[in-house]
């Protein structure tokens, strides 16, 4: 990714020529290291998004709104305090450096004027936004804190004075004359250790130049960034996806790859990081819920295993109620201090050998066995339960970890998250200042079979029993995947009789939302509603059925979209 100081100045430059003396009016915190504000201007209003992520800090402007937590995180709650309202009065960029500087100016609580700064800090691991003071140069707060256990040379704490990152030993991009520059080899690498604030791949553009003609090119860049008449481009490969971009043509990738062109470099970053899969925010916010799903799967797979072999133990027992009778029937055999005793078995006439506790009277011994024996028997019982409440909950948990694996769409995340919440699986998140979490609104997906009749899917257990049990009429027809975590899918067919085209064409919706997405032949159970049944404290999604049918497709959706 080459958001270097030269994108920087650039970006830097199309913030000047939009939201210069705009003011601020909201602040939200999509996630833990992402920022958006809603700023007001003579040009309109714009939403200027900064994220400090490790593997994709930016800033450029959106032009959707994301998806925002049900209750404000505590850093978007401080610059509402501190930012709501402020006047934007200057934009700038630090030397060459990957830094963009606000200054804003706001009333404090006494009504006088303060200035602040916020200060987006786009640096690969060491990205931040920081909040500061510009009277006393203090910091007022940052999105990641940075204490001395982490650094112990630069510490970001509320409190302490505002340091810029140590300087690199290299000429600033903006500092360096024509000689200098036509003075450096013609190499990609050595350029890159002399001239700070560019991406390696602009570097090797420059050392392609030599004498006058790099330093005329060079000069044709600035002069394209300092004027906006840079041409922000993304490259991507054959199957169109972005490998990289930036603000100039660079000759590798031009040829290379599939070149797509934009007004604005927001707009080149905006579309960049939309389509590049590593940076896909349904990922991104379905990552730790996976992760906790795995890892609850995995608990449950091994008790599962755990209460299996107990079971198997306690069921081979019956030699514990054999060496019990036999021990009843022959006390006298046994003396004290013995630690076995053979005995007949008068079952089959055969001799047995029962280990004796020496410690113990033989009646002692033997009526150590019948408890053991009725111990492992109550623990069949108890096990088999254990059990099936164990497989109950593997069911479930591979069904939303199906759904988290076929999605990429924030709110179906979002909402498989507060499943999650509700059902225990997850620690509900902290809220803030009295917020309450938004009511959830079922949104199934929706589709048109070719004979016009509508199908609903389900997007998460919760959906399911919502379609299944309030929604859906006793005469529809309801299919499910067979033995394979998916959705409940709902034919409105209000007691017709559905065609065998209809039948396969929903039948393979069905599959192709289900685990088995990227199989062939998925086996679908099709069935009345009237026939399906939800027993009394099941998971959500969790039902049974009668009276079913199976047919065998091939996963996908009609060619209607979806709505």
Known sequence: MAYD???????????????LLGKIEKVYQPEADELVFHIHSKRGNFKLYASCNPGHARVHFLSENPVNPPAPLSFCMLLRKHLSGARIIDIQQKDSERIIEISVETMNELGFSVSKKIIFEIMGKHSNIILTDIATGKIIDSIKRVSIDVNRIRQILPGMIYQYPP?????????????QLEDLASDGRTILKAVGGIAPAFAEELASHEGPARSAYFNFAKSAVADLTAQPRVYLDENGTPQDFYILPLTDYEEACQVQQFETLSKALEYYFDKKTTSNRGRQKSSDLIKSVNGSLDKMYLKKQRLSEDILKAENSEDLRLYGELLTANLHL?????????VLNYYDGSM??????????????????????GKSKTAVKEKQIQLEENEAEIKYLESVLTYLENTDDVNEIESLRQELVETGYVRRRKQVGGFREKKYKPQPYKYTLSSGLTVLVGRNNKENDFLTLKTAGNKDMWMHTKDIPGSHLIVQSGGAELSEEDIFEAAAIAAYHSKGRTSENVPVDYVPVRYVKKPAGAKPGMVIFTNNRTVWVNPGLPETEKK
């Open 334 to 342: 046994v003396k004290p201090g013995m630690k076995q005793v053979e």
């Open 5 to 19: 100081g030269l994108v920087t100045w650039a970006m830097v430059r199309e913030l000047q020529d939009t939201i």
């Open 167 to 179: 300087a690199q030993d290299k000429i600033p991009f903006h500092e360096i004359t024509d000689e």
């Open 352 to 373: 047995v050998t029962i280990p004796l506790d020496v410690k113990q009277t033989a009646a002692k011994n033997a009526q150590h066995y019948f408890k053991k024996y």
